[in-house]
């Protein structure tokens, strides 16, 4: 018997018995539906931290602050008041100081870092704290400033991320400031001047108008959803008009700044890193480090979703040899037939293992497409409710290699379940077979 021969009277023989194979197929049916919606799951969710990581920075990135001695003493606590540092600001919740403060950085410790082994640029983080936002005379709006790092990108709805290599002044708008600012709409923001109000420290108020090139969505780690995103020209701008009025030697003091090394470094590199900045009093924060416990859990919570997926595909796996045994057991005289004409034990084995493998195929490959219907219908509907308020996320999303993946692995369970029957088939004596009644 060819191949062909053999693979076309495998499938034929999986339907002799309809009621048994239907229920066969739905018990591997509800492990690869299973298996597929927590798999969209994970890939749906991960997808969103890769979003939310571009957001956050570049993955070669580090802040860094230099931590003040008595950071952790805070206010009344075990160790008492916290002596005055006259070089300590706020470090504003950003970095691993977040909430707490930390000893101001000047030119001279931008220097030191730029010079650690392993750092290959080093960029400060100007703080600006403008007064308000107004559109055309419109009402005034308190904002805060963001900003971007090489390798970091902003999600946006409409538009263009501002362009640092221009002297115009532009800037990027939080699509929620739309339409309190007075526009249409995101596209009708675009190219209106606004304008930003800023004290300097001699209290006086000075408004400096910038073009909206860009709006962003509001992203769930990253400030760019709540804040305005201006290029260089700006910021240096703001940032110079904030300051004005204050001594030479306290304008450039900053809260944190931000380290690359090189994109090819190994854990073990970026950890040796670290040391070297801790040495030095500085401490250092990847994006990995902010987001690793999350993505932790979430992949805790998909592994153990998949294993009852792997119980359920396992008590399916039992299903499928028994439906086999007894086939073996209805066939016993055509199994003697087709050995007394001469079929090798090779090739009758083969025959009922591929009747197992194309059992497993139906079943993933109905639980796959009916997982991927009510995944993209489920995931659509939360995204419209429950998970209005995360734009950008769509929960359950499927990758073509997961799902081909899962197809392939079910088959290979439910070849592996069809071995003892197929085998039982293989040694059945040709002359004890053809007398079987």
Do not use: C
Not at 137 to 158: D, E, I, M, N
Not at 194 to 214: K, L, P, W
């Amino acid at each position: 018997m060819r191949t062909t021969d053999l693979v076309a009277s495998a499938i034929s023989n999986t339907f002799r018995s309809k009621t048994r194979m239907v229920l066969t197929i739905l018990a591997i049916f509800v492990g690869a539906f299973t298996l597929t919606l927590t798999s969209g799951l994970g890939t749906g969710i991960n997808a969103y931290i890769d979003d939310t990581v571009s957001g956050i920075g570049a993955s070669n990135a580090m802040t860094v602050t230099k931590t003040s001695g008595d950071a952790d003493a805070g206010f009344g606590g075990d160790s008492g008041p916290a002596e005055y540092d006259p070089d300590a600001v706020s470090a504003g919740g950003l970095g691993p100081g977040g909430g707490g403060t930390v000893t101001a950085m000047t030119p001279d410790d931008l220097g030191e870092l730029a010079s650690i082994e392993g750092v290959t640029d080093v960029h400060a983080t100007k703080s600006i704290s403008p007064d308000f936002i107004q559109h055309d005379g419109g009402t005034k709006y308190v904002v805060s400033v963001g900003s971007l790092v090489p390798g970091q990108t902003t999600q946006l709805s409409a538009g263009v991320d501002p362009d640092d290599s221009t002297d115009a002044y532009q800037l990027v708008l939080p699509t929620s400031y739309v339409e309190p600012l007075g526009f249409a709409g995101d596209d009708d923001a675009l190219g209106a001047t606004v304008s930003i109000a800023i004290t300097d420290a001699n209290r006086e108020q000075h408004v400096i108008e910038a073009t909206v090139v860009g709006v962003a969505e509001e992203a769930l780690a990253s400030p760019n959803g709540t804040s305005i995103i201006p290029n260089d020209a700006l910021t240096d701008t703001l940032f110079e008009t904030q300051n004005i009025g204050v001594p030479t030697d306290q304008v450039d003091r900053y809260a944190q700044a931000t380290v690359w090394f090189d994109a090819d470094a190994s854990d073990d590199d970026i950890a040796a890193l670290k040391d070297r900045l801790a040495d030095a009093g500085f401490t250092g924060t990847t994006v990995a480090d902010q987001i690793g416990a999350f993505t932790t859990v979430i992949d805790g919570i998909v592994l153990v979703l998949n294993a009852f997926a792997i119980i359920a595909l396992l008590a399916a796996s039992f299903g499928i040899v028994n439906t086999l045994f007894m086939s073996v057991q209805e066939r016993t005289r055509e199994i003697g037939l087709m050995k007394a004409m001469g079929m090798g034990s090779g090739r009758v084995f083969s025959l009922f293992s591929l009747e197992a493998t194309f059992l497993g195929f139906l079943g993933s490959a109905v639980g796959v497409v009916i997982a991927m219907v009510v995944g993209t219908g489920l995931s659509a509907v939360l995204a419209d409710s429950l998970l209005a308020d995360l734009p950008g996320l769509t929960l359950i999303a499927f990758d073509p290699v997961s799902i081909a993946t899962i197809i392939l692995v079910v088959m290979v369970i439910a070849f592996l379940a069809g071995t003892l029957p197929a085998a039982r088939a293989a040694r059945a004596d040709p002359v004890e077979s053809l007398r079987y009644e």
